[in-house]
């Protein structure tokens, strides 16, 4: 997987779909991204673009859960001003935020790619 490819999947993950194994952690994302889509006025497209989607993903068990709770971290301490709405209407961090944490993601998933998802 490139690194663009890479980049392209960490957004996914994060815009587009998120089993709870710690209701704190999902509830402080789901907060902070549902506070994110209404001061934005984002309007997901579809179920899977919600916030809830997005922080379930986020808080699947991976061999890159690790680097998926640093990105979490930073996201949920950015300011709306590091926000926007993406082209699916789902609220998502600029790409200038959280650098680290989505190269530590970025690095994981290229030397652990996901499974593909059976039909």
């Known amino acids: 997987m490139g690194i663009k490819s890479a980049f392209v ?8 779909a998120l089993p709870m ?3 704190q ?3 402080r994302c789901l907060s902070v991204c549902q ?3 209404k001061a934005l006025g984002c309007v997901p ?3 899977s673009g919600t916030c809830k989607a997005m922080c379930d993903e986020l808080h699947e068990q991976t061999p890159c859960s690790a680097a998926m709770r640093s990105w979490e ?9 590091q926000w926007m709405c993406n ?10 935020a959280c650098t680290t944490a ?3 993601v970025i690095d994981c998933i290229s030397q652990n790619p996901p499974a593909p998802h059976k039909s």
Not at 73 to 81: E, Q, S
Not at 87 to 94: E, L, N, V
């Open 9 to 16: 999947f960490v957004f996914a993950v994060f815009v587009v």
């Open 21 to 23: 194994t710690a209701c």
């Open 25 to 27: 952690k999902t509830d």
């Open 35 to 37: 506070q994110r889509e």
């Open 45 to 47: 497209e579809t179920k």
């Open 73 to 81: 971290d930073c996201l949920v301490a950015l300011p709306v001003d």
């Open 87 to 96: 082209t699916a209407g789902s609220p998502a961090p600029k790409e200038t």
């Open 102 to 104: 989505r190269a530590g």
